[in-house]
């Protein structure tokens, strides 16, 4: 079954403890990303990847970092976690993007809470 | 970069009536128009999309529309019931930029 799979689907952490999210595609797609959804902001994309090893800034990646080691995972990770990071974050994967764009599929969402 | 702004931010209709959501973006050179479909406590789906060699496409009770001169497409859904209920974005594709940028979201209450 195509699919993306996100771990963990709910999280609570402290401030500045470390975290990684990570997610998963089996669909064989060059593009990855990742949004934070808080109310009344709609999706806010973090970063992208268009291929392995090619990341970019989406509109809102301070306090973030991705990696794109291999071309189906792409991992979220949080170094110092503060409360203003407490959201519902997807990851997204498509075949391409530019003028290569298709459908967005979406991760189940994980739910961060940083207390 | 793109600007993407969807209209209203929140609708109302009674069940049957129909419902309409309006997406203008900034980028001429867009080329894919997507909607996607948001229940409550669940991952956004898409539900229609069009390219823009196409003025309109329609699946049953849901349509998208494209004025690519005015740089906006409109999601139409008619005879619409409860299970329309969520909240829908569009996202606006497929030009000189690499990011993939949401509209802010339209909340439908579908009401029996």
């Known amino acids: 079954e195509a699919q993306v799979t996100q771990n963990p689907r709910y999280l609570i952490t402290v401030t500045g403890k470390k975290l990684t999210v990570t997610c998963s595609q089996n669909?064989?797609?060059?593009?990855m990303s990742w949004y934070r959804q808080d109310p009344g902001l709609g999706l806010r994309q973090i970063y992208y990847?268009?291929?392995?090893?090619?990341?970019d800034k989406g509109d809102v990646p301070e306090g973030y970092k991705v990696s794109r080691k291999e071309k189906r995972n792409f991992p979220l990770i949080l170094e110092s976690p503060s409360p203003n990071q407490t959201s519902l974050y997807f990851c997204?994967?498509?075949?391409?993007?530019?003028?290569?764009?298709?459908?967005?599929?979406f991760g189940q969402g994980t739910r961060l809470t940083v207390v | 970069g793109e600007n993407v702004e969807q209209h209203p931010s929140t609708l109302s209709v009674q069940e049957g009536d129909s419902a309409v959501i309006k997406c203008t973006y900034s980028?001429?050179?867009?080329?894919?128009f997507p909607w996607y479909k948001q229940e409550l406590g669940k991952r956004p789906q898409l539900i229609i999309d069009?390219?823009?060699?196409?003025g309109e496409k329609k699946d049953q009770r849901i349509a998208v529309t494209l004025n690519k001169t005015a740089k906006h497409f409109s999601l139409h859904i008619t005879e619409t019931q409860p299970e329309d209920s969520a909240v829908y974005f569009c996202?606006?594709?497929?030009?000189?930029?690499?990011?993939?940028?949401f509209g802010a979201g339209t909340r439908l209450a579908v009401h029996p």
């Open positions: 997204a994967s498509s075949l391409g993007a530019g003028v290569m764009n298709t459908e967005a599929f």
């Open positions: 669909m064989n797609h060059e593009y």
């Open positions: 990847s268009m291929n392995v090893e090619v990341t």
């Open positions: 980028d001429s050179a867009s080329n894919y």
């Open positions: 069009i390219r823009s060699n196409v």
């Open positions: 996202a606006p594709a497929g030009g000189g930029y690499n990011k993939l940028i």
